[in-house]
């Protein structure tokens, strides 16, 4: 078969550009493949579901252009199509005196990048959050709130659909043939310009068509402890300052859409793409491939991989994890988190010559292809309007 537009990987980047496509191609076929049985069954589904306000990000990177009008943009489009969304905001608080200032260079982004923050003391958090610990001051972000990340990811599909969009479910890419030719599925697909937003799986693909050789995918696996009591002991998101050297943003306390109050996430070295649980998904090539970087990255001690390593494998530990997290609030019943969330994988980007990970969204492509190689959070949030830049600056 074949088709003026082919989207590979079905989460919130490849659905967000398939409606891209459609509004500015009105009368283009346009086909959405996804492996799996459903849209938003891996990072986007089991993402943590916080909209993100983009205060944590240099002025002159993607991720901050993007989270800042994608958060905009999302919001009003859970609103618009009645969508749940959890305006419970967010406070950035520091556990020391030596964290004051890094709550300063927080401030300073925000105000860089457009974003609105409010400086507040200790008191003033307190009242905003009775349940808050901090040390003099805190951070209050007002457009940080939480949504429903599946709930969104079918209802675009289901939008797609209307529009015309082919969305192809159960549809694994496999290889390119020459040109813009491949097999996915059981089908020969041809297409005048493929955009490959496989996730895990980007990476690989882009290869095929000659992008991305200084690169692999290096997978962290992210769950949460949820708190399993009636009572909702906790109204906003509550996070820690962020140390700068490390690629994530740490442990928080996070409110759900519904309320439901969760320790996380985590993100621990995995060793197979979809290494969830136990053996599942197991792939030994993948499995060889990422210990082989890993132990790499553990002897160069890059980024400080080992001593961050280490500290995450601890966080498989419900008392750890409830320890290091009880450092920003005052009175939370600990016994009442005993309940793990289901893991997502973060698709990670790991430059194999700088043996850095890359920190901004990286896309490349041609003509012919545009390859999404690292689309880390804030991504959900900034998918939006991370699309219509995709679409605007690539496909013409």
Same mark, same amino acid.
């Given at each position: 078969?074949?088709?003026?537009?082919?989207?590979?990987?079905?989460?919130?980047?490849?659905?967000?550009?398939? *409606?891209?496509?459609?509004?500015?191609?009105? +009368?283009?076929?346009?086909?959405?493949?996804?492996?799996?049985?459903?849209?938003?069954?891996?990072?986007?589904?089991? +993402?943590?579901?916080?909209?993100?306000?983009?205060?944590?990000?240099?002025?002159?990177?993607?991720?901050?252009?993007?989270?800042?009008?994608?958060?905009?943009?999302?919001?009003?489009?859970?609103?618009?199509?009645?969508?749940?969304?959890?305006?419970?905001? %967010?406070?950035?608080?520091?556990?020391?005196?030596?964290?004051?200032?890094?709550?300063?260079?927080?401030?300073?982004?925000?105000?860089?990048?457009?974003?609105?923050?409010?400086?507040?003391?200790?008191?003033?958090?307190?009242?905003?959050?009775?349940?808050?610990?901090?040390?003099?001051?805190? @951070?209050?972000?007002?457009?940080?709130?939480?949504?429903?990340?599946?709930?969104?990811?079918?209802?675009?599909?289901?939008?797609?659909?209307?529009?015309?969009?082919?969305?192809?479910?159960?549809?694994?890419?496999?290889?390119?043939?020459?040109?813009? %030719?491949?097999?996915?599925?059981?089908?020969?697909?041809?297409?005048? *310009?493929?955009?490959?937003?496989?996730?895990?799986? !980007?990476?690989?693909?882009?290869?095929?068509?000659?992008? !991305?050789?200084?690169?692999?995918?290096?997978?962290?696996?992210?769950?949460?402890?949820?708190?399993?009591?009636?009572?909702?002991?906790?109204?906003?998101?509550?996070?820690?300052?962020?140390?700068?050297?490390?690629?994530?943003?740490?442990?928080?306390?996070?409110? !759900?859409?519904?309320?439901?109050?969760?320790?996380?996430?985590?993100?621990?070295?995995?060793?197979?793409?979809?290494?969830? %649980?136990?053996?599942?998904?197991?792939?030994?090539?993948?499995?060889?491939?990422? @210990?082989?970087?890993?132990?790499?990255?553990?002897?160069?001690?890059?980024?400080?991989?080992?001593?961050?390593?280490?500290?995450? *494998?601890?966080?498989?530990?419900?008392?750890?994890?409830?320890?290091?997290?009880?450092?920003?609030?005052?009175?939370?019943?600990?016994?009442?988190?005993?309940?793990?969330?289901?893991?997502?994988?973060?698709?990670?980007?790991?430059?194999?010559?700088?043996?850095? @990970?890359?920190?901004?969204?990286?896309?490349?492509?041609?003509?012919?292809?545009?390859?999404?190689?690292?689309?880390?959070?804030?991504?959900?949030?900034?998918?939006? !309007?991370?699309?219509?830049?995709?679409?605007?600056?690539?496909? %013409?």
């Amino acid at each position: 078969m074949r088709t003026d537009f082919l989207v590979i990987g079905g989460g919130i980047i490849g659905l967000t550009v398939a *409606m891209h496509l459609r509004n500015a191609h009105p +009368n283009a076929s346009i086909l959405l493949l996804e492996r799996e049985a459903d849209v938003g069954q891996h990072a986007s589904g089991r +993402n943590s579901g916080v909209l993100h306000a983009g205060f944590y990000y240099s002025a002159d990177s993607l991720k901050a252009k993007f989270c800042r009008n994608g958060n905009s943009a999302l919001r009003a489009y859970c609103k618009d199509h009645d969508l749940p969304l959890n305006e419970c905001q %967010k406070l950035v608080v520091a556990t020391s005196e030596a964290e004051i200032e890094g709550l300063h260079e927080l401030k300073r982004r925000g105000d860089a990048n457009g974003v609105p923050l409010e400086l507040i003391d200790e008191k003033q958090a307190e009242v905003f959050e009775p349940n808050v610990r901090t040390t003099g001051y805190a @951070l209050l972000s007002p457009t940080t709130a939480t949504f429903d990340p599946v709930q969104i990811c079918s209802h675009m599909r289901d939008k797609l659909k209307q529009f015309r969009v082919e969305v192809r479910t159960g549809a694994p890419y496999y290889k390119r043939f020459s040109g813009n %030719k491949i097999l996915a599925g059981n089908h020969e697909i041809e297409a005048g *310009m493929i955009i490959n937003c496989a996730g895990l799986f !980007a990476c690989d693909i882009a290869q095929d068509f000659g992008f !991305a050789r200084e690169y692999t995918i290096m997978p962290f696996k992210g769950v949460y402890l949820k708190y399993t009591g009636s009572d909702k002991p906790l109204r906003t998101l509550i996070y820690g300052v962020p140390d700068m050297r490390k690629p994530f943003l740490g442990v928080q306390f996070s409110p !759900a859409v519904d309320g439901t109050i969760r320790i996380g996430p985590t993100a621990i070295p995995a060793f197979w793409r979809h290494h969830y %649980k136990g053996m599942s998904g197991f792939n030994p090539f993948e499995m060889a491939s990422i @210990l082989k970087w890993q132990a790499i990255l553990f002897a160069t001690n890059a980024f400080h991989f080992r001593e961050f390593a280490i500290e995450e *494998m601890k966080k498989y530990r419900k008392e750890y994890l409830i320890q290091h997290a009880f450092r920003m609030v005052k009175n939370l019943d600990a016994s009442k988190f005993s309940e793990w969330s289901r893991p997502g994988i973060r698709a990670q980007l790991l430059n194999t010559r700088t043996l850095s @990970l890359e920190q901004d969204f990286v896309v490349q492509g041609d003509q012919k292809s545009v390859h999404v190689l690292n689309a880390v959070s804030p991504a959900f949030t900034s998918s939006i !309007a991370f699309s219509e830049w995709i679409v605007k600056e690539f496909v %013409k």
